[in-house]
T-cell receptor, first 110, second 113 residues
Framework: GQQLNQSPQSMFIQEGEDVSMNCTSSSIFNTWLWYKQDPGEGPVLLIALYKAGELTSNGRLTAQFGITRKDSFLNISASIPSDVGIYFCAGETSGSRLTFGEGTQLTVNP | SAVISQKPSRDICQRGTSLTIQCQVDSQVTMMFWYRQQPGQSLTLIAT?????????ESGFVIDKFPISRPNLTFSTLTVSNMSPEDSSIYLC??????????FGSGTRLTVV
């Protein structure tokens, strides 16, 4: 089946630093999504990307849909303590089904 | 985006029993999905809940173990049958689509003892 390779697996950064994480796949996806999951909660959608090459921002977050439709990255600028959590990429295939990456655990030290 | 209510939020169950999880959406949606998140892992799609027909299961998941109902366009249930400790996971309901958003419920945390 389709797989998404997400990296890095974990990150430990200082408050104020910028963060970058990415996902790659051997398969093409119609849509790329980035989620954040806090402990005890379901994933919350951060950014949705619908077109190859699309670059979209949401506050301090910026994400891009790769030209080949097989990859995407998420950048977080000027990190703050509440950015702590697990970030997941997801690719949408036929029938709106989602395949998830393994997740990036982000820790922000104040 | 759609708002999803899922219950129960958590449960502790005896092995060999079954648990039914309910998912209510605040608007009519065509596509509803059930995902599983094993401890410390990512999310894996169990099945697509189809309104008016049988659910479509992903590889590795079967109807006898995870029967799903979808009686209307706003509601679905997932049953985890004949549970074993390996079924201890978070089960999540979701809706997806460019017009309704890609939203998840808060999940049901299941522990099987």
């Amino acid at each position: 089946g389709q797989q998404l390779n997400q990296s890095p697996q974990s990150m430990f950064i200082q408050e104020g630093e910028d963060v970058s994480m990415n996902c790659t796949s051997s398969s093409i996806f119609n849509t790329w999504l980035w989620y954040k999951q806090d402990p005890g909660e379901g994933p919350v959608l951060l950014i949705a990307l619908y077109k190859a090459g699309e670059l979209t921002s949401n506050g301090r977050l910026t994400a891009q849909f790769g030209i080949t439709r097989k990859d995407s990255f998420l950048n977080i600028s000027a990190s703050i303590p509440s950015d702590v959590g697990i970030y997941f990429c997801a690719g949408e295939t036929s029938g709106s089904r989602l395949t998830f990456g393994e997740g990036t655990q982000l820790t922000v030290n104040p | 985006s759609a708002v999803i209510s899922q219950k129960p939020s958590r449960d502790i169950c005896q092995r060999g029993t079954s648990l039914t999880i309910q998912c209510q959406v605040d608007s009519q949606v065509t596509m509803m999905f059930w995902y599983r998140q094993q401890p410390g892992q990512s999310l894996t799609l169990i099945a697509t809940a189809n309104q008016g027909s049988e659910a479509t299961y992903e590889s590795g998941f079967v109807i006898d173990k995870f029967p799903i109902s979808r009686p209307n366009l706003t509601f679905s249930t997932l049953t985890v049958s004949n549970m074993s400790p390996e079924d201890s996971s978070i089960y999540l309901c979701s809706v997806a689509g460019s017009f309704i958003g890609y939203t998840f419920g808060s999940g049901t945390r299941l522990t099987v003892v």
